[in-house]
């Protein structure tokens, strides 16, 4: 397989991460927000508690699956985690562990085949919280080898993803080049990531780069980079940061969008909505919604608005005015329909637009509408750390 397994259609590739199973009212906003995937753990010691006994029902996989489904949305699963009836820690690493963990992925994978699942092999196994064993290139190498045949003999429809790295830099691209070098990019579709950082989306351009130099020093067929995991908690002092409910959601949008940009299909934000109601605490302020679910947070309006105006584009060129910092690109739809979106990683100032054949409405992160450009008014437009949209007319 190839790049061309995902599309470059807004909202094909926006997702979520979400913490739930069964078919809550979460299921019908997150349609309603527009997100076309939904990254969930399948855990393997959930679904079998008893050696050999395989439950998706009671644990609300099927619910979940089904209503995913029904609502056109890919799910995209985590095939995660020990089982203590094999293993001792939180890994597999002898040959009866993955020989169990196997069978879990057939049984899963043939209960849900045909479906255009995302199947992901594990998460952040660099990381010696989520596989506590480590150095575990040979045992996760063999792993990926292993699950992705199965996953190929059950589920034809099914794309296989790895590792879900823990940060893309020097400590963690060196884990992944001795994955790659025991020949891991021969059985995955794509290359999964979470490139969390506490500074502002922009800045992982030269991440992808360098992931990109490492996977061409040895793939043999095209494989894309996607964005598993990435999102921007409101607890206080976060990665040293503050960051409010407002640069939370301007982080969002430009998050999607640069994906786009650096050629990344699959962008999943973490998280659907906030794990609990400490301030003080990271895990409990990822989310665009808050605790308590009827509750929208200023990211969940940004994203609404972002897949509501650019459903059905995609992005064709990002336009150079003058300075660098700023960021304008623009979207087309199949009916030629040109929208351009525009913010700057710099300070507030003015583009002057009087050379440019562009009119139109701008409208706000929120939807709202700000002002007209047209040849009645100076041809100029403020710009800022806020992304907004120009629907040409």
């Known amino acids: ?46 679904i079998e508690k008893k050696r050999g006994k395989y439950d998706f029902k009671s644990t609300g996989y099927d619910q979940l699956t089904n209503a995913l489904i029904k609502k056109g949305i890919r799910p995209y699963y985590i095939l995660s985690y020990g ?16 020989d169990a963990f196997v069978r879990y992925v057939e049984k899963a994978t043939s209960r849900y085949k045909n479906k255009g699942i995302i199947w992901e092999v594990w998460n952040e196994p660099n990381h010696s919280f989520y596989w506590e064993t480590q150095p575990n290139y040979n045992e996760y190498a063999s792993l990926v080898k292993n699950v992705s045949i ?34 891991t990019l021969d059985y995955i579709d794509a290359v999964s990531v979470h490139p969390y950082r506490g500074s502002n989306p922009e800045t992982v351009a030269n991440d992808y780069k360098t992931l990109r130099v490492l996977i061409d020093k040895y793939a043999t067929k095209d494989i894309p980079i996607i964005s598993g995991e990435w999102g921007y908690s409101t607890a206080n002092g976060w990665l040293g940061k503050s960051v409010s409910e407002k640069q939370q959601a301007h982080y969002l949008v430009r998050m999607f969008l640069i994906n786009l940009l650096y050629d990344v299909p699959i962008s999943i934000w973490y998280d659907w909505k906030n ?70 990683v710099g300070n507030i100032h003015r583009i002057s637009f009087s050379e440019n054949k562009f009119r139109g409405r701008i409208v706000s992160m929120f939807g709202e509408h700000l002002s007209d450009l047209n040849d009645n008014n100076n041809r100029s437009i403020e710009i800022t750390n806020s992304p907004k949209y120009l629907i040409v007319q």
Do not use: C
């Not at 400590?171 to 080049?177: C, D, P, V, Y």
């Open 83 to 98: 089982n203590k009836l094999y293993e001792e820690k939180r890994s597999v690493v002898t040959k009866k562990g993955q």
């Open 275 to 344: 794990d609990g109601t400490d301030s003080n605490n990271i895990e409990h302020n990822f989310g665009i919604r808050q605790n308590n679910i009827t509750i929208p947070k200023e990211a969940y309006i940004a994203v609404n608005n972002l897949t509501y105006i650019l459903s059905g584009y995609k992005l064709t060129e990002r336009i150079y005015i003058s300075d660098p910092n700023d960021f304008f690109l623009k979207f087309i739809d199949k009916k030629g329909n040109i929208v351009i979106v525009f913010w700057t």
């Open 150 to 183: 199965k996953i190929k003999e059950n589920d034809p429809s099914g794309i296989v993803v790895a590792p879900a790295l823990s940060g893309v830099n020097h400590q963690s691209l060196k884990w992944l080049e001795e994955i790659f070098k025991r020949g």
């Open 1 to 46: 397989m190839n790049k061309n397994i995902f599309s470059n259609i807004i909202p094909d590739g926006f997702g979520v991460n979400v913490h739930f199973t069964g078919n809550p009212i979460d299921v019908d906003m997150i349609s309603d927000a527009g997100f076309k995937i939904v990254r969930m753990d399948l855990f393997w010691k959930d």
